[in-house]
């Protein structure tokens, strides 16, 4: 059973960090580009972030670029998302997702594979 798990969701201040975590199994993880997104109620979901198979090719949001950091560990099937300097804006669902394309194409939520439960996190002003 393929299963993507999001943890480190939570309320922050304006200006603080959160770091979200993805735990993969069910998969060839080192297979799959993987990748954030998020959703905002009455939004549509959107892309964040994405990683290659490796590890070293990395893509943004334009909103997110220069805060956010993700990486990955493929000896332990995980994917971390560092946000900093976030905003109220940034407030919303994040999912965690994979797709067995490059890392760019991730950007059309159409190639996304697998995705996760989701997990909140809340940015207060």
């Known amino acids: 059973e393929v299963q993507l798990v999001e943890s480190g969701g939570g309320l922050v201040q304006a200006g603080g960090s959160l770091r979200l975590s993805c735990t993969a199994s069910?998969?060839?993880?080192?297979?799959?580009?993987i990748g954030w997104f998020r959703q905002s109620p009455g939004k549509e979901r959107e892309f964040v972030s994405s990683?290659?198979?490796?590890?070293?090719?990395?893509y943004y949001a334009d909103s997110v670029q220069g805060r956010f950091t993700i990486s990955r560990d493929n000896a332990k099937n995980t994917v971390s998302l560092q946000m900093n300097s976030l905003k109220p804006e940034d407030t919303a669902v994040y999912y965690c997702a994979a797709a067995k394309v490059v890392a760019q194409s991730m950007r059309k939520i159409s190639r996304v594979d697998y995705w996760g439960e989701g997990t909140l996190v809340t940015v207060s002003s």
């Open positions: 990683v290659s198979w490796g590890g070293r090719t990395t």
């Open positions: 069910g998969f060839s993880f080192d297979d799959y580009a």
